[in-house]
């Protein structure tokens, strides 16, 4: 059984930065697809970036692309999600997915694994 615990998250001011870690285990975390949703209330869920089992390919958001930046160390089975100059309407709860065939997706429905989230709170 796949495990995905997602950490990093917290409360910042407008303009600050995070980084959330997404640890994997109990699977084969090298060969799996990677994504980053968040739900911010009342909202549906939304897909921010993603990357491939090898990290040679990735994908953002209009809203996140040059201030976020998804990457992934295979060694430790972790994923990170660098999110710079972050606005109040950030503020969501932040989760981490695996998908099994190691491609990239925009669709949450394409993947296999979630993990529990962390939030993040950016005040204005």
């Known amino acids: 059984q796949v495990q995905l615990v997602e950490s990093g998250g917290g409360l910042v001011q407008a303009g600050g930065s995070l980084r959330l870690s997404c640890a994997a285990s109990?699977?084969?975390?090298?060969?799996?697809?990677m994504g980053w949703f968040r739900r911010a209330p009342g909202k549906e869920r939304e897909f921010i970036a993603t990357i491939n089992w090898s990290g040679g390919s990735t994908y953002y958001a209009d809203s996140v692309k040059g201030r976020f930046t998804i990457s992934r160390d295979n060694a430790k089975n972790t994923v990170y999600l660098q999110m710079n100059s972050l606005k109040p309407e950030d503020t969501a709860v932040y989760y981490c997915a695996a998908a099994r065939d190691g491609s990239t997706w925009f669709n949450p429905r394409n993947y296999n694994y979630w993990g529990q989230g962390t939030q993040v709170t950016v005040s204005s």
């Open positions: 109990g699977g084969t975390f090298s060969s799996y697809g």
